[in-house]
């Protein structure tokens, strides 16, 4: 990991309102290439205010937000699309489209994105299924699919198109310690593998200290520290 690289993403000084209510106060975030970044904090804390606006979802009322070199307060609607498109997100339900075969939604991105050609996108969506050990599942519709199944079903819509950086907002939520576990090592084989770099926003510290390479804990709207898994496991607060 080189530490000298800019950051892929790097926020200063960010604040956030809902009305008067001050969410977000003054955060200073940033992410290296190639590493697992952890934001964990109680519910409230301001995890899921951060990722909105690293991904572009909000601008910041005061401070900055670069991804990937874009300050996103002053991009235009067509360079946040040209920036999203090398990113990935796996939302917390998984948020796979009813009406949709599982393996048409992990094809989506390609179809709305790409030119690629129809057998080309069937046999993307099906090796991504496959890297997250669902082959064999592309014709099952959401409803047929566990709990876990889901979650492993939008991580391959969100790496369908490999992208740079990968948002994973409480992998764990909901599923049985077992297939948490699962989805650890896959996250993991992702860094690994594909290279990816990866935030994820999560409230589990078993998973947190499995998989981070750091972890930022926020609390109240405030980093409360950001350190190693052992930094923070040795944090006296």
Avoid: C, W
Wanted: glycine share 10%; net charge negative; hydrophobic share 45%.
């Amino acid at each position: 990991m080189n530490d000298t690289a800019a950051p892929l993403i790097d926020v200063v000084g960010l604040e956030a309102y809902y009305g008067r209510r001050r969410i977000l106060h003054g955060v200073d975030f940033s992410v290296r290439r190639g590493e697992i970044r952890v934001i964990m904090g109680g519910s409230g804390s301001g995890k899921s205010t951060l990722l909105r606006h690293i991904i572009g979802l909000q601008r910041p009322v005061s401070g900055m937000v670069k991804i990937l070199g874009v300050d996103v307060g002053r991009a235009s609607a067509q360079e946040l699309l040209t920036v999203r498109r090398r990113l990935g997100v796996s939302f917390q339900g998984g948020a796979l489209i009813t009406s949709m075969s599982v393996g048409d939604n992990v094809a989506l991105p390609l179809r709305e994105h790409t030119q690629l050609d129809e057998t080309t996108v069937r046999i993307m969506s099906r090796l991504k299924l496959e890297f997250v050990n669902l082959g064999g599942f592309h014709d099952l519709m959401p409803s047929q699919l566990s709990g876990g199944m889901i979650k492993r079903a939008a991580l391959a819509r969100a790496i369908v198109m490999d992208p740079e950086l990968l948002f994973f907002d409480e992998p764990s939520a909901g599923l049985d310690p077992v297939v948490s576990a699962e989805l650890d090592e896959l996250i993991l084989r992702l860094r690994d593998a594909l290279r990816m770099t990866i935030v994820v926003v999560t409230h589990e510290l078993e998973s947190a200290f499995r998989i981070a390479d750091r972890i930022t804990v926020l609390d109240q709207g405030d980093v409360l520290t950001t350190g190693t898994v052992a930094e923070v496991h040795a944090s006296e607060n």
